[in-house]
């Protein structure tokens, strides 16, 4: 694996930062600027996992405003990109203990004391249904989740998914890279804070 991000992976990083700020303008330049082939079922894959920590609304949006510049090219013509696979729930558990390592089950037990539905939703829909999809690789939907972390000014998160992206194969220099990629639109004691959280973490597996 490249220790740099690639041409692609800096463009769904891209369009991950404008659909969490909101900037439709950039967002369908990007699309319009779209190398042949692109958008592809990675670009729908990264837009569909952004509900997870954008909320549905917003990632709405994404795709009504992506539709008028041309969409993200599914059209429903390929059942097997519509997911219905009868082990979400292993695969889910397995990607989750992963990012997780030694702290998967006291995290578990948090989210059920917080409420066991929500610990649900978060076993059964974030991890087994979205996260741990085919068509993105692992280490790639957490380095995407990282931006909307960051804009999220979330350090408890960001710490968790940054660590999980080097557990899943990223490289330290990729995450610091996607941190980077964000300094223009972060208030700068703001970044200072949240890459020095990042960079700890993504240090210590």
């Known amino acids: 694996m490249s220790p740099t991000l690639a041409p692609k992976d800096e ?6 930062s404008a659909v969490t700020r909101g900037d439709w303008p950039a967002l369908q ?16 894959e990264a837009l569909l996992q952004s509900h997870l920590f954008l909320g549905f609304p917003r990632v709405v949006e994404a795709f009504e405003q992506l539709a008028a510049v041309g969409g993200l090219g599914f059209h429903g013509q390929d059942p097997a990109e519509c997911d219905s696979c009868s082990a979400w729930q292993d695969r889910g558990s397995e990607l989750f203990d992963t990012i997780y390592g030694d702290l998967a089950q006291p995290v578990r037990r948090r989210l059920h004391q917080h409420h066991p539905d929500f610990a649900s ?4 829909h974030a ?16 380095l995407l989740a990282l931006v909307c972390l960051l804009h999220g000014s979330l350090d408890r998160q960001l710490a968790s998914h940054a660590r999980g992206a080097i557990r899943l194969g990223a490289t330290p220099d990729q995450v610091a890279q996607v941190v980077a990629s964000q300094a223009p639109y972060l208030a700068p004691e703001v970044f200072e804070r949240l890459q020095a959280v990042a960079q700890r973490f993504a240090g210590e597996v």
């Open 11 to 16: 463009r769904l990083i891209a369009m991950v």
């Open 29 to 44: 330049q990007l699309r319009k600027a779209a190398p042949a082939g692109e958008p592809d079922l990675e670009w729908r």
């Open 121 to 124: 939703w978060i076993g059964q």
């Open 127 to 142: 991890y087994a249904r979205v996260l741990s999809r085919p068509g993105l690789a692992p280490h790639r939907r957490e």
